[in-house]
């Protein structure tokens, strides 16, 4: 069973368009959420994150939208660039302990 | 400041062997955890090890195992390989728990044939 549901699976956007990755939740209990960035032949590395109490978190281009009441949380990349191709995870911890990862998103940004 | 080292990066072995991988954290780091990445689950918790204690395991079989060393180091094992064992493993490592500033390895990528 899947904690952490992600879509889409894949994406291709134009240099400059604005990518939106979405992930949704059950467990209201989860108090942390991460989005890594992976590129190929890399493990995983961490873009941003964001706790409940805050409704959007912004680092650079990357931005994080968070609603708690429909349990889902969003990354936007603002004026995305052929150096963003990477898949990303978001995902789901309780107080930092184990953490649950969505399936990722494969993006691909075309100059 | 070297990163997360995991060791091998490749291994091929035999439905039925037992393989051993490695994970050296970052220095100072003292909690380490272990995933496995495959392209239809995506990644998987497996354990955490903090200060040579296992604090939580994931949902996987008893034939995943690991421990860690008083320097932090950590192995994770798998015996009586199963194809469907072939994936990529994934070390991170943090300062301590909460574990909010993961810093993950390149992994070792295991087929099982």
């Known amino acids: 069973q899947q904690q952490v549901k992600q879509s889409p699976q894949s994406l291709i956007v134009q240099k400059g368009g604005i990518p939106i990755i979405n992930c949704a939740y059950e467990?209201?209990?989860?108090?942390?959420f991460p989005w890594y960035q992976q590129f190929p032949g890399k493990g995983p590395a961490l873009l941003i994150a964001?706790?409940?109490?805050?409704s959007e978190k912004k680092e650079g281009r990357f931005t994080i939208s968070f609603n708690k009441s429909a349990k889902q949380f969003s990354l936007h990349i603002m004026d995305s660039q052929p150096g963003d191709s990477a898949t990303y995870f978001c995902?789901?911890?309780?107080?930092?302990?184990?953490?649950?990862f969505g399936t990722g998103t494969s993006l691909t940004v075309i100059p | 400041k070297a990163g997360v080292t995991q060791t091998p990066r490749y291994l091929i072995k035999t439905r039925g062997q037992q393989v051993t991988l490695s994970c050296s954290p970052i220095?100072?780091?003292?909690?380490v955890s272990w995933y496995q990445q495959t392209p239809g689950q995506g990644l998987q918790f497996l354990f955490e090890?903090?200060?040579?204690?296992?604090?939580n395991k994931g949902n996987f079989p008893g034939r995943f195992s690991g421990r860690q060393f008083s320097n932090s180091r950590s192995e994770m094992n798998v015996s009586t390989l199963e194809l469907g064992d072939s994936a990529l493993y994934l070390c991170?490592?943090?300062?301590?728990?909460?574990?909010?500033?993961?810093?993950f390895g390149s992994g070792t990528r295991l087929t099982v044939v």
């Open positions: 964001i706790r409940p109490d805050v």
């Open positions: 467990n209201t209990a989860f108090d942390y």
């Open positions: 220095s100072g780091h003292r909690s």
């Open positions: 995902a789901a911890s309780i107080g930092g302990n184990q953490f649950y």
């Open positions: 090890y903090f200060s040579e204690t296992q604090r």
């Open positions: 991170a490592s943090s300062l301590s728990p909460p574990n909010t500033g993961y810093t």
